[in-house]
């Protein structure tokens, strides 16, 4: 159990363009879903937390405008990265935490994102 | 105050021995402290987590212990093997409140 799956798993794109990623809980709800950015040899940077139909609190130093998440249910969350430029190129990757389990977060495979 | 400082940054063990990982916090309002594995180009996995009200944890080959006073904790790998080679990163939470995680340890276990 508590399978979470991220769509795509590799995207490239040219520069200017917008890239939205999936994220999604398979076989639990998730109240809350966190967006994290990783750079090669790097710890997990959380870039935001939403919580399913409000709006995502980013952490300080995000730009809101460029990446927009939307957690429109208990079990999706989308991360659009608009107007992309090669210093977004990075391995993004999303964690949900469930209902019944306050503490635990359990990661999806993570997408690398390529902006050329 | 939000800190968690992991230790060592990399890790070379033997076949068979013992890799130690330790990470020290801060913030005492912390009371969930798991540890994650994750393999180059794929996401973390949870391996084992503890709260503060025990001192110990043993799941297999994988334990945390746990130093409230010292707002230490570590992770112990017995019998480590090659397959266990990736980055570990400590976490710490509380309640619904997001994770801080620790700058990760790279182990490589020998054949």
């Known amino acids: 159990g508590a399978v979470v799956s991220q769509h795509p798993s590799r995207v490239i794109c040219k520069s200017g363009t917008s890239v939205k990623i999936e994220c999604r809980s398979l076989d639990f709800q998730a109240t809350t879903m966190f967006w994290y950015r990783q750079f090669p040899k790097q710890s997990l940077m959380l870039m935001a937390t939403s919580n399913e139909g409000s709006k995502a609190t980013y952490e300080q130093g995000v730009e809101k405008d460029k990446f927009l998440i939307n957690h429109a249910s208990l079990t999706l969350s989308t991360l659009t990265v608009t107007s992309a430029h090669p210093e977004d190129s990075s391995f993004y990757i999303c964690s949900a935490r469930g209902l019944q389990g306050w503490y635990e977060q359990f990661f999806g495979p993570g997408t690398r994102l390529t902006v050329l | 105050q939000q800190q968690v400082k992991q230790s060592p940054q990399s890790l070379i063990v033997q076949k068979g021995g013992i890799s130690i990982i330790n990470c020290a916090y801060e913030?005492?309002?912390?009371?969930?402290f798991p540890w994650y594995q994750q393999f180059p180009g794929k996401g973390p996995a949870l391996l084992i987590a503890i709260r503060p009200d025990v001192s110990e944890k043993k799941e297999g080959r994988f334990t945390i212990s746990f130093n409230k006073s010292a707002k230490q904790f570590s992770l112990h790998i017995m019998d480590s093997q090659p397959g266990d080679s990736a980055t570990y990163f400590c976490a710490a939470g509380s309640g619904t409140y997001k994770y801080i995680f620790g700058t990760g340890t790279r182990l490589k276990v020998l054949a």
């Open positions: 913030n005492t309002a912390f009371d969930y």
